[in-house]
């Protein structure tokens, strides 16, 4: 079988007729590593737990690429090869105000950088691998995050999910007003160790997410 014709200076391989770039071999892009994440957040999982994708946070300002509900809420974001830093600072404030647990998975390109931005609540993965098997290394373990915020914990809840709780806790007089009233009467009429995981409860048993496992 003949190889395809490459121009001069081409930096790719012809086998057959599959074209493989070289420089793109070891730059790692965003689907394979969401691939080795899913399968190991999904040999995690225990009955009863969910895996969210694409789980949007403080009002659709920012989404988690990926989020286990197990009793906490635990979010993962991802920073590939091709992806750059730019956003972090202001994700790790978006998610700061609602995850119980956070872990960056980024590749070695971004690591050093990456450790430098994150607080040190944040857990840390190391993804590397040829583009095809994906290894996840765990550099650091997340812990309970200090920064949470009753009233954007409460946001993460539909209309009916809040007067559900809301109901939960005896409030009345609350089924007319706007969401941004309920959540702040969840936030007031619940402590935040009691707030978190009644939330986290409700998204679990959610019916309509958009990506879910």
């Known amino acids: 079988m003949s190889s395809a014709q490459l121009p001069p200076g081409d930096a790719t391989r012809s086998v057959g007729v599959t074209l493989y770039d070289e420089r793109a071999m070891t730059r790692l892009s965003d689907p394979p590593i969401r691939a080795a994440l899913h399968s190991r957040l999904d040999e995690q999982l ?13 009002g659709g300002t920012a989404r988690l690429d990926a989020a286990r509900l197990n009793g906490h809420l635990e979010g993962y974001e991802i920073k590939s090869d ?21 872990t960056i998975v980024c590749t070695p390109r971004h690591l050093d950088q990456a450790m430098d931005v994150v ?3 944040w857990g840390v993965w190391e993804a590397t691998g040829d583009g095809v098997h994906v290894d996840l290394a765990e ?4 812990t309970e995050n200090p920064d ?7 946001q993460l809840l539909w209309r009916d999910e809040c007067l559900s ?4 806790a ?15 009467r969840l936030a ?6 009691e707030l978190s995981p009644l939330v986290t409860g409700v998204l679990k048993n959610r019916r309509g997410w958009l990506a879910v496992r």
């Open 46 to 58: 225990s009955d009863g737990d969910r895996v969210v994708f694409e789980m949007p946070v403080c």
């Open 82 to 102: 091709r992806d750059t830093l730019a956003r972090l600072d202001g994700q790790v404030q978006a998610y700061g105000r609602v995850v119980d647990r956070m």
């Open 119 to 121: 607080p040190p609540w």
């Open 139 to 142: 550099v650091r373990s997340a």
């Open 148 to 154: 949470q915020e009753s009233v954007w914990v409460a």
């Open 165 to 168: 709780l809301l109901d939960l």
């Open 170 to 184: 005896g409030v009345t007089g609350v089924r007319s007003k706007p969401r941004r009233v309920l959540w702040r």
């Open 188 to 193: 007031d009429v619940y402590d935040l160790p």
